[in-house]
């Protein structure tokens, strides 16, 4: 048994070293244009495996993507494992220069994710305990865009464990760092990268799966409305969006839009008003306010200067434009199963239908839109389906006396277009003119 062990170690061991021998890396270098022409720092998320970093302000703006684990020593300066080979538990112990949110991952050999785990660490020479069944392992730490590799080979018969020890202040000795000319974040070819480009107040999404080295450009756009707030936005074909929905209590020549709170009022109203979900302003940082068919489409504009509410058609538009590129959630280009390339990858609640929402967040938002579910204000009072689904408005009446909508369901696979009735407390999220 011993021997057929050993035989395996050295086999993987080879593979592993094969591996390194093979292993590339993307390089994706960010430009910037529009309103702004240089970034303040940029947010790379790796929507597939929850991940994230930033690109500092006054660094390089370079991402370099690991498409595979590169093989490092056990006794390297970056990261030190022992006893490796494992006979019941491993030390493993690592220097973080920066300290703040670390991903500690172990992968086995088939890429299957044996532990995950998430700490807030502090600067300086981290340590923790590590169990594993017999095997041979890929370690990945990421702290703050600094990516530590290693193998870790088991001998035991260990339960999956890992066990914080602590930290050493930072002030000892540090360990060489994995990465210095660029950020690095662990990528397997096909996963969804989000980037989040910062120039000041301006804020751009691009989406992309890198097959090589790439240029991404951020594309700046000033979304300001009445009361100062400022939006993300992203460019989807020829069009492009707001990625939060709208939060202003003004129109845009400063008036006041009137917040009704009571459901008895909400129910009579065929004028323009707004209100946050249960009437709780913590809501309003992630889903923004609800609004009537009424102040959305009110002559003053709830919409920030060069937006406006799409109509219609401009919804049509997106929905046409996603589906003949590939965005519904099994890469066909025919029938409207968009919903997962709309929805972002948190909040909404979970489904075991195929292609909803619901069903592995993780494969969400491909198109950047960023969609949340924020519920709704019925037009006779009540709030409902936070969580569940998220409705916006469109500026177009439908069969009177309503108007058309369109809706996402954590069950669905659909973007929905339905026709409601104008009191109705929605979200709005706006386009830019053209």
């Known amino acids: 048994m011993k021997n057929q062990l050993r035989s395996l170690i050295s086999f993987l061991l080879l593979a592993v070293t094969t591996i390194s021998a093979n292993a590339f890396d993307y390089t994706i270098s960010f430009t910037a244009s529009g309103a702004a022409t240089t970034l303040s720092n940029v947010e790379v998320q ?13 660094a390089p703006v370079i991402l370099t993507v690991s498409t595979a684990a590169p093989y490092l020593k056990a006794n390297s300066l970056n990261l030190k494992i022992y006893p490796n ?61 600094m990516l530590h590799i290693g193998t870790v080979i088991s001998q035991a018969m260990n339960k999956a464990e890992l066990e914080f020890s602590g930290t050493e202040p930072a002030a000892a000795k540090p360990m060489q760092k994995v990465k210095t000319s660029a950020t690095a974040l662990a990528y397997t070819t ?58 202003t ?19 009579a ?9 249960n009437n709780d302003v913590a809501n309003v940082a992630k889903y923004g306010r609800l609004y009537t068919w009424y102040a959305a489409t009110d002559s003053r504009n709830i919409a920030p200067a060069g937006w ?17 590129n590939g965005y519904n959630y099994d ?32 494969k969400n938002n491909s198109s950047g839109f960023t969609a949340l579910p924020g519920g709704y204000r019925s037009y006779s009072g009540p709030f409902d389906t936070i ?43 706006c386009i830019r003119d053209y």
């Not at 109203?269 to 979900?277: E, F, I, P, Q, S």
């Open 190 to 247: 096909g996963d969804q990268l989000l980037f989040k480009g910062f120039s000041g107040d301006y804020c751009t999404i691009v989406t992309l799966k890198p097959t090589g080295d790439a240029t991404v450009n951020f594309k700046f756009v000033e979304c300001r409305d009445a009361d100062g707030n400022h939006y993300p936005v992203v460019h989807i074909g020829n069009q492009t969006w707001m990625v939060e929905n709208l939060k």
């Open 387 to 429: 969580g569940n689904r998220g409705y916006c408005w469109s500026s177009t009446e439908g069969n009177t006396p309503n108007a058309w909508t369109r809706t996402l369901y954590y069950g669905g696979d659909n973007l929905s277009r339905y026709d409601n009735t104008k009191s109705y407390g929605f979200s709005v999220r």
């Open 249 to 267: 209590t003004k129109y845009r020549n400063g008036e006041t839009i009137p917040n009704v709170t009571d459901g008895s009022e909400w129910t």
């Open 85 to 145: 080979p494992m006979t019941e538990k491993s030390i493993v112990s690592f220097y973080s220069e920066f300290g703040g949110k670390t991903d500690i991952a172990v992968y086995g050999m088939d890429g299957r994710t044996v532990i995950r785990t998430t700490k807030n660490l502090e600067a300086g020479t981290n340590q923790f305990k590590l169990s594993l069944p017999q095997g041979v392992y890929t370690l990945h730490i990421n702290e703050n865009g």
């Open 331 to 362: 890469g066909t280009t025919s029938g409207n199963k968009i919903a997962k390339s709309l929805a972002s990858t948190t909040d909404w609640i979970s489904s075991s239908n195929t292609g909803a929402i619901g069903n592995d967040l993780t």
């Open 46 to 58: 790796n929507l597939t495996q929850n991940t994230s970093v930033v690109v500092p302000a006054g």
């Open 308 to 324: 406006h509410v799409p109509n219609d058609a401009e919804w049509t538009t997106l929905e046409t434009y996603l589906i003949a």
């Open 269 to 277: 109203l065929t004028t323009g008003a707004w209100c946050t979900y």
